[in-house]
């Protein structure tokens, strides 16, 4: 009769409980242990990494579309207040007299008091229907009102449509100084006729100190771009000239319909991943935007990782001299309990030979009893 296998021999009856593949790698403790506990936690720690990665940029990408909100916010406060008061002078009989009489020096007193409840203007102008200029007023504590004095509207490279566009885009004042400037125009009525315009304009950097209290976050940057694509406010525009066109912009060129969108683009040498917050400033048609590169975006939460991977490497470490140790003990305990099996095989074949050795004397015995 053939002896039975080796795997055949350790093979459990059928019906075992315990699968015949688990007691094989239970033979193999760094095997067994690193399929039982370090394969699931392995797969539970990317999991868990995943999802709060997840959770995390929704979080930062929420506070992106919370400073361009609140940075459009403030600019629509700040232009909305101004066509206010620009509508209260506007419509004051007085005034609408002054403009019809081509009052200069009474047109010029309210234009002064209109700089004075709105400080942070550089310049009043009032203009008649044909777009001549009445008056003018500016800011003492920001140029020379005398010099201003007569200024077109808008200035000599704006484009101006006071009936549909209250509020310019941002266009060169002053060739000369590079100064840029957006105009806020409010008509002059006398009933249904049309007088004049009434117009204050504000210096880019007035619109861009507005928003220096809002920060999206570490290396990120909020900057405002007017209807036809040109830049109003960035905070690396320092050099006066020409507005600058950044329409090909990938925040810019984006299609915004709703409220605020989320752009995600490649910008820099080298290339980086970046997200912009996108808000448009109705009824301008400005957009302000807030953007942030993905590696500062995602960087606390990475640098919460690795703190993390250093307590679980700890721990592993630890738990590696633990299983080492088991292990050692548990093959001890194997190659003990090996040892007892093969004493116990030896004992019964020794126990086997005697009893087979005393059976010819008691068969021999028993004859000579029978005889």
Same mark, same amino acid.
């Given at each position: 009769?053939?002896?039975?296998?080796?795997?055949?021999?350790?093979?459990?009856?059928?019906?075992?409980?315990?699968?015949?593949?688990?007691?094989? !790698?239970?033979?193999? =403790?760094?095997?067994?242990?690193?399929?039982? /506990? %370090?394969?699931?936690?392995?797969?539970?720690?990317?999991?868990?990494?995943?999802?709060?990665?997840?959770?995390?940029?929704?979080? *930062?990408?929420?506070?992106?579309?919370? *400073?361009?909100?609140?940075?459009?916010?403030?600019?629509?406060?700040?232009?909305?207040?101004?066509?206010?008061?620009?509508?209260?002078?506007?419509?004051?009989?007085?005034?609408?007299?002054? +403009?019809?009489?081509?009052?200069?020096?009474?047109?010029?007193?309210?234009?002064?008091?209109?700089?004075?409840?709105?400080?942070?203007?550089?310049?009043?102008?009032?203009? #008649?229907?044909?777009?001549? =200029?009445?008056?003018?007023?500016?800011?003492?504590?920001?140029?020379?009102?005398?010099?201003?004095?007569?200024?077109?509207?808008?200035?000599?490279?704006?484009?101006?449509?006071?009936?549909?566009?209250?509020?310019?885009?941002?266009?060169?004042?002053?060739?000369?100084?590079?100064?840029?400037?957006?105009?806020?125009?409010?008509?002059?009525?006398?009933?249904?006729?049309?007088?004049?315009?009434?117009?204050?304009?504000?210096?880019?950097?007035?619109?861009?100190?507005?928003?220096?209290?809002?920060?999206?976050?570490?290396?990120?940057?909020?900057?405002?771009?007017?209807?036809?694509?040109?830049?109003?406010?960035?905070?690396?525009?320092?050099?006066?000239?020409?507005?600058?066109?950044? %329409?090909?912009?990938?925040? +810019?060129? *984006?299609?915004?319909?709703?409220?605020?969108?989320?752009?995600?683009?490649?910008?820099?040498?080298?290339?980086?991943?970046?997200?912009?917050?996108?808000?448009?400033? #109705?009824?301008?048609?400005?957009?302000?935007?807030?953007?942030?590169?993905?590696?500062?975006?995602?960087?606390?939460?990475?640098?919460?990782?690795?703190?993390?991977?250093?307590?679980?490497?700890? !721990?592993?470490?630890?738990?590696?001299?633990?299983?080492?140790?088991?292990?050692?003990?548990?093959?001890?305990?194997?190659? /003990?309990?090996?040892?007892?099996?093969?004493?116990?095989?030896?004992?019964?074949?020794?126990?086997?030979?005697?009893?087979?050795?005393?059976? =010819? *004397?008691?068969?021999?015995?028993?004859?000579?009893?029978?005889?």
């Amino acid at each position: 009769m053939a002896s039975p296998t080796k795997s055949s021999a350790v093979r459990p009856p059928p019906g075992w409980p315990i699968p015949w593949w688990l007691l094989e !790698l239970y033979r193999k =403790p760094a095997i067994f242990l690193s399929l039982v /506990l %370090a394969l699931p936690v392995t797969i539970v720690c990317v999991w868990v990494s995943t999802a709060n990665e997840q959770l995390w940029r929704a979080q *930062a990408e929420r506070h992106l579309i919370v *400073a361009s909100q609140l940075a459009g916010r403030v600019i629509q406060e700040e232009l909305a207040q101004t066509r206010q008061l620009e509508r209260a002078f506007a419509s004051r009989p007085d005034f609408i007299g002054a +403009v019809r009489r081509r009052d200069r020096a009474s047109l010029t007193e309210d234009l002064r008091l209109l700089l004075q409840l709105l400080p942070m203007v550089d310049r009043a102008v009032v203009v #008649d229907a044909a777009g001549r =200029p009445l008056a003018s007023a500016a800011n003492s504590s920001r140029a020379d009102a005398a010099r201003e004095e007569g200024e077109p509207v808008g200035g000599a490279n704006a484009t101006w449509e006071p009936m549909r566009s209250p509020v310019s885009g941002v266009y060169l004042r002053d060739a000369d100084s590079g100064e840029k400037a957006v105009g806020v125009a409010t008509p002059v009525r006398d009933g249904a006729e049309q007088l004049g315009m009434v117009q204050v304009q504000y210096r880019v950097d007035e619109i861009a100190r507005w928003l220096t209290k809002i920060r999206p976050a570490r290396e990120g940057y909020l900057y405002v771009v007017d209807h036809q694509g040109l830049l109003i406010a960035h905070p690396l525009q320092l050099l006066p000239g020409a507005p600058k066109n950044v %329409a090909a912009w990938p925040p +810019v060129a *984006a299609d915004v319909t709703a409220e605020a969108a989320l752009v995600r683009f490649t910008q820099g040498r080298p290339a980086r991943p970046w997200t912009a917050a996108v808000v448009l400033v #109705d009824p301008y048609g400005w957009r302000v935007i807030s953007q942030q590169p993905d590696a500062s975006l995602l960087r606390p939460f990475r640098r919460l990782v690795c703190s993390f991977l250093l307590v679980i490497a700890a !721990l592993a470490a630890l738990l590696a001299g633990l299983v080492l140790r088991w292990s050692s003990l548990h093959r001890a305990t194997l190659h /003990l309990l090996a040892q007892q099996a093969r004493l116990l095989k030896w004992s019964e074949r020794r126990h086997l030979l005697a009893t087979l050795r005393r059976a =010819p *004397a008691r068969r021999r015995g028993t004859r000579s009893g029978s005889s």
